[in-house]
């Protein structure tokens, strides 16, 4: 039987993957890291920078504050130029690694939200990613987004700590709260929180809600 939203107080949402998408940064990372006179082409920085995705995945919680994100972030580009080859300081290239990524609202994901604030419902995204997540959404026209970060819970789905934190800032029971994501460590870690969970994409969760 489909969940109601009468059955609800609260909907905490993924990001990557079924809130925002990545545009693509290789462009941009290829003209940045020319200019530092990095030797590279489109295919080589698209090959590197899929290293770099490797090893943030594993490691966005440990951007908790300024120091240590700005660290996880130098190590995100030395993977990139050790990939290439490059001895340039990786320090010389975080703001222009930074600046690189833009992200982009999925489909139907503007207007889902927009329908979930009808319903009345209490609205949080909860992701695996360093504490800078909040500073994109404004940048997608969704400011006003609470934001609870697997690097402020201090561990990444499936440890469900990032959805007790998300349900305690809320004030929300978990058998009144679904959470929507788009990977098997989304519904585990919901599961694991005592929550309701229903898979991406995020308009056909919120559509099925009766």
Known sequence: MPMRAAEL??????????????????????????????????????????????????????????????????????????????????????????????FELLPGAREAVARLRRLGLELVV??????????????????????????????PKPDPAVFRLALERLGVRPQRALHIGDSEADGEGARAAGMHFAPAPLEHAVEALA
């Open 9 to 102: 107080d609260a909907v905490t949402i993924d990001a990557y993957g079924t809130l925002v998408e990545l545009a693509d940064p290789v462009p941009a990372l290829t003209e940045g890291l020319r200019a530092l006179g990095v030797d590279c082409d489109d295919a080589g920085v698209q090959r590197a920078f899929a290293k770099e995705v490797a090893y943030y995945r594993v490691r966005s919680h440990e951007g908790r504050d300024e120091a240590t994100l700005y660290a996880l972030r130098r190590e995100c580009v030395a993977v990139i130029l050790d990939d290439l080859g490059s001895d340039v300081d990786p320090a010389a290239f975080v703001d222009g690694f930074v600046s690189s990524l833009r």
């Open 126 to 155: 909860v992701s695996n990613w360093d504490i800078a997540l909040s500073e994109y959404l404004p940048d997608v026209g969704l400011d006003g987004l609470a934001v609870v970060t697997s690097a402020e819970a201090g561990a």
